[in-house]
């Protein structure tokens, strides 16, 4: 199947700064990609959806500031938690169409991000 | 707003023998598709199963199998002969026709008794 990948797989940052994290799909063109959040036990919520040379769209309640979503070519999309806080805190998940069966997605490894 | 629901947050089988994972979803479309996924402890998720609501026959992919039930709006995953390798966090999602904004449940812990 079709690979995605993420990167940092975890980060670790202090309060205030801004981190990013990468998703790339590696062997296929992906024009669209999602970025999940997931906190401890608990489901995948939709953040946004990453489209490729245009604005992201955010989910409602999504501060669009604070997450910053950056899909500049067709196998990177990058979202950027800025002046992060503890509450910040999460596993970042993105994913992507793999370019098979409709409807069928490829997810990344995961990002988690501890802010003290 | 579609909803899914994973009314058991916890499972476990013995090894070797059958289990169900029950999912339910509420839609007022005719036209979607709804998924099985797992997320081992790598944290990864992988697609287990996949379902087209306009296909009448349920999916099935070797061991795993699901009873889908479009009228009570009812999506079951079956595995078989349960392995070691088998035990995750099992999430059932649901995705409107023409893209793929997923719709997850809470997931369902399934482990596995040697």
């Known amino acids: 199947g079709a690979v995605v990948s993420q990167h940092p797989s975890w980060v670790i940052c202090k309060s205030g700064t801004s981190v990013k994290i990468e998703c790339r799909s590696l062997d296929f063109q992906a024009t669209t990609m999602f970025w999940y959040r997931q906190f401890p036990k608990q489901s995948l919520m939709l953040m946004a959806t990453?489209?490729?040379?245009?604005?992201?769209?955010?989910e409602q309640g999504v501060e669009k500031d604070k997450f910053l979503i950056n899909h500049a070519s067709l196998t990177l999309s990058t979202l950027t938690v800025t002046s992060a806080h503890p509450e910040d805190s999460s596993f970042y998940i993105c994913?992507?169409?793999?370019?098979?069966?409709?409807?069928?997605?490829?997810f990344g490894e995961g990002s988690r991000l501890t802010v003290l | 707003a579609q909803t899914v629901t994973q009314s058991q947050p916890e499972m476990s089988v013995q090894e070797a023998e059958t289990v169900t994972l029950s999912c339910t979803y509420d839609t007022s479309e005719s036209d979607y598709y709804l998924f099985w996924y797992k997320q081992p402890p790598s944290r990864q998720m992988i697609l287990v199963i996949r379902?087209?609501?306009?296909?009448?026959q349920n999916a099935t992919e070797n061991r795993f199998s699901v009873n889908f039930q479009k009228a009570a709006k009812s999506f079951s995953l079956k595995i078989s002969d349960s392995q070691l390798g088998d035990a995750a966090m099992y999430f059932c999602a649901y995705g409107p026709f023409g893209n793929e904004k997923l719709t997850f449940g809470t997931g369902t812990r399934l482990t596995i008794i040697p």
């Open positions: 990453s489209n490729e040379g245009s604005k992201a769209t955010y």
């Open positions: 379902q087209e609501a306009y296909k009448q």
């Open positions: 994913s992507a169409r793999g370019g098979g069966r409709t409807g069928e997605l490829f």
